[in-house]
């Protein structure tokens, strides 16, 4: 699966970039930030039915341990690159982002659950940052101008994967959200998007809200 994910986008971005609009188009500089849910699972070495007894009773085995999760909001950040395809003064116009994104730690789950006594309780969480390479293709469509065509209402969709990451753990990103261009010169413009992104990897799906700002230089 992640195989084919990075392969698609591989694909649809090498179309995209020797299409006949690529010939017009712009670059940008972007960065992003916001936060996500990350499930972390941990397990109780214990009879849940006997925590509250004088003597529990361990299991023998750790694969008979319970296993239990909790959801935690992760802050995340990046920056990178953006081709845009097409004109400047399209209301359409194709985004191919390529970006660098960082991943908080995820917190000790005994910490954050009553679910099971801290003694009894273990797990192996991600205590270091991870490192994600992400890539996605995706539109942004113009709904109104305003403010003598300075300003551009946006909506905005995005689609792609973090296909590299440091620890084996790459994932299929979607997402779509609203956005503003203000057009500070002919050839340079500026903008700022707030999305909704949901991310699909081995253990399920994780939601993130995610806010991006940056500056496009056209060539056209």
Do not use: C
């Amino acid at each position: 699966m992640r195989a084919s994910f990075a392969n698609l986008a591989a694909a649809t971005t090498f179309a995209l970039l020797v299409s006949p609009a690529a010939h017009a188009g712009g670059i940008s500089l972007l960065g992003t930030g916001g936060a996500h849910t990350d499930r972390v699972y941990f397990y109780s070495e214990v009879d849940s039915e006997t925590f509250e007894d004088d003597e529990p009773v361990y299991y023998d085995d750790y694969t008979d341990y319970e296993q239990f999760s909790v959801d935690q909001n992760l802050g995340h950040f990046g920056g990178g690159l953006e081709v845009i395809l097409g004109d400047r003064d399209d209301l359409i116009t194709g985004s191919v982002r390529f970006f660098y994104l960082q991943d908080a730690p995820q917190v000790d789950p005994g910490t954050l659950t009553s679910k099971v006594p801290g003694d009894y309780i273990v797990s192996a969480y991600r205590e270091d940052p991870r490192h994600i390479g992400m890539g996605l293709i995706g539109l942004n469509w113009g709904l109104v101008e305003f403010a003598s065509d300075r300003l551009r209402l946006m909506a905005v969709g995005h689609v792609g994967s973090g296909f590299l990451t440091t620890d084996h753990t790459e994932f299929f990103a979607a997402g779509a959200g609203p956005g503003i261009t203000y057009k500070a010169a002919r050839q340079f413009h500026v903008f700022a998007e707030i999305a909704y992104q949901a991310r699909f990897q081995q253990r399920g799906w994780q939601h993130s809200g995610n806010f991006t700002a940056g500056a496009r230089y056209y060539f056209d």
